[in-house]
């Protein structure tokens, strides 16, 4: 079974979607708290199933389109057994000009990994439940990670980051899986 059936059978909306090129509608905290609630509980219950069937060392996020809500509401779970991040409303109010490539993989649209240059910081802004505006800084891969997530609340696929000329490569010529990214530690 293909990489990108799989994750259609594990409910993850596929590339094609017109959810996934939309912006997500923001939730008006906290006077939608339990919209926003049912929507965090649900990504928390399709990363589960998703993370029984296939392993992510690198961590892993989902965003609510990719699970057919068109909400601007998502979830990172990091490498390493962190806690999970959840991300309402979030934008990203800053960045470093520094940046470095990685490959990324997308659950909607499993079948590829591509090459996308990311910032090495971003600062996040995200609502809280209770309605106040949290502010965050994330480094290296975490940033890589939420900012991949607060793309697709965007309407964006990470294609749309790479480089012209560069295409996704088959997951099969992918050589790196399992492996963690690598930053230098200046």
């Not at 094609?16 to 219950?45: H, K, Q």
């Not at 309402?88 to 470093?96: D, E, Q, T, V, W």
């Not at 971003?122 to 809280?128: D, R």
């Amino acid at each position: 079974m293909r990489p990108s059936q799989r994750m259609r059978d594990l409910g993850v909306v596929q590339q094609g979607a017109a959810i996934l090129t939309e912006p997500a509608r923001a939730f008006d905290l906290p006077t939608e708290r339990d919209e926003a609630e049912r929507a965090v509980d649900e990504l928390f219950a399709a990363m589960d199933r998703i993370g029984q069937v296939h392993p992510f060392a690198k961590g892993m996020g989902l965003a609510a389109p990719q699970i057919g809500f068109a909400r601007s509401a998502a979830v990172v779970q990091p490498p390493d057994d962190e806690p999970a991040i959840i991300l309402l409303n979030p934008r990203i109010i800053g960045h470093s000009d520094g940046t470095d490539e990685h490959y990324e993989g997308c659950l909607s649209f499993f079948d590829v990994r591509g090459l996308v240059p990311r910032p090495v910081k971003i600062t996040v802004e995200t609502t809280a439940q209770t309605g106040e505006t949290v502010t965050t800084v994330y480094e290296r891969g975490l940033a890589r990670l939420i900012h991949h997530e607060v793309d697709h609340l965007a309407g964006l696929l990470y294609t749309a980051r790479m480089k012209a000329g560069v295409d996704p490569i088959p997951v099969e010529l992918y050589r790196q899986t399992g492996q963690a990214w690598a930053y230098d530690q200046s």
